[in-house]
């Protein structure tokens, strides 16, 4: 008697632990199964991959999606709705919201936002302050919580720790991986004053490569010192690549798909304030190194660091322009677009946005597609040629930084624990995402 699954996934070429090669994928009750040929299994639903190739669900580890307090920006609806249009099964959402998220109470009240309107998995990270480190061990634990996140540089509220003793306070008080912000915001302050009014191209020059370079060997040191597990945000200089790539022991390296692809001061004569980021969009230099470090192995992971703001907003003249671009919907196509101009394989695409996710963070059962894990699949045209339209994004500012550019790659359907999500650029089953669990906080 055949085997009965609730989907196969067939007839498409997978992309996994083993290699890359042809085989389907079973599922039952939201769980990989059997991958190999099930052409003689019955299933109540199949999905027919020919030409498509299969990966581990994408999942993007930063994202801002701004609720609650500033949801004219985005929502927590929104928000996941572009990455599932984008081909992300999961999200891990950044505490610089209204009321900041910094206590159980706020954890648990986006938690209880996200339930039946998100339509991917996710994760919140609880902010790191002065007031609340010593609580830190705690609140780390707390389901649906990915971690600890500091900024080094300017942020929102109280969130700004921008001290040595305040880092040093919040990483003796956590156990778990922390992610920080890295800019000096001494040297920040110092450089305010180098901004050009209504000339983008001196933003990088306000938030120069030394303030990030300088702040990063400030929390090696202290991460070094206390024996703590660091991972560093959106790294944006050539020098960094080579400072964190001798300290791999205890820091991580997440890198964006802007940083990788827009360059200053191109980005900025063009784009004006859609290219206003922090950390900037530097010159070609840097965005060379950003590619060395990937191809030697620095980069661990992918982040979109997906921040939105509205039009209006960003047509204020600089520097009253506020600093953050979209990004979720369209961190698929920008890295399948380097992978078939060469610049990495399919594997280590894979390998920088679900297995490191999976490495870093110590995900229960994502990022992975092997039998036990969850269901998720992020399924692409590697042959599709779209372009990238402000009109096809589904975040509420309505805009994108790659509008026109050729994506050569695209997601054709999202699987998230067994459920077709999206498919042909249409959310078809909404609201069905759930908390991303942690082998970490599995008895929280």
Known sequence: ??????????GGEVVNHDGRGAADIGVRGGKIVAIGDLA???AAERFNAAGLTVLPGVIDTQVHFREPGLEWKEDL???SRGAVLGGVVAVFEMPNTEPTTTDADA???KLARAKGRMHCDHAFYVGGTHENATFLGELERLPGCCGIKVFMGASTG???VQDDEGVEQVLRHVNRRAAFHSEDEYRLADRRGLARTGDWTSHPEVRDAQAAIESTERLLRIARKLGKRIHVLHVTTAEEVEILARHKDVASVEMTPQHLTLEGPEAYERLKGFAQ???PIREARHRAGLWRGLAAGVTDVIGSDHAPHTREEKARPYPASPSGMPGVQTLVPVMLTHVAEGRLSI????????HGANRLFGLADKGRLAVGFDADLTIVDLKARRTITHEAMANRAGWTPFDGMEAKGWPMATVIRGQIVMRD???VAEGRGEPVRFAETLAG
Do not use: K
């Not at 008697?1 to 067939?10: G, N, S, W």
């Not at 594997?347 to 679900?354: A, G, H, I, N, Q």
């Open 1 to 10: 008697m055949a085997d009965t699954y609730d989907l196969i996934v067939h």
């Open 347 to 354: 594997e280590r695409f894979v390998d920088l946005t679900s």
């Open 107 to 109: 954890l648990a009240d």
């Open 277 to 279: 980021m922090n950390p």
């Open 158 to 160: 109280t969130l700004l």
């Open 77 to 79: 609806e929104s928000g």
């Open 40 to 42: 003689q299994a019955s």
């Open 425 to 427: 650029d249409e959310v």
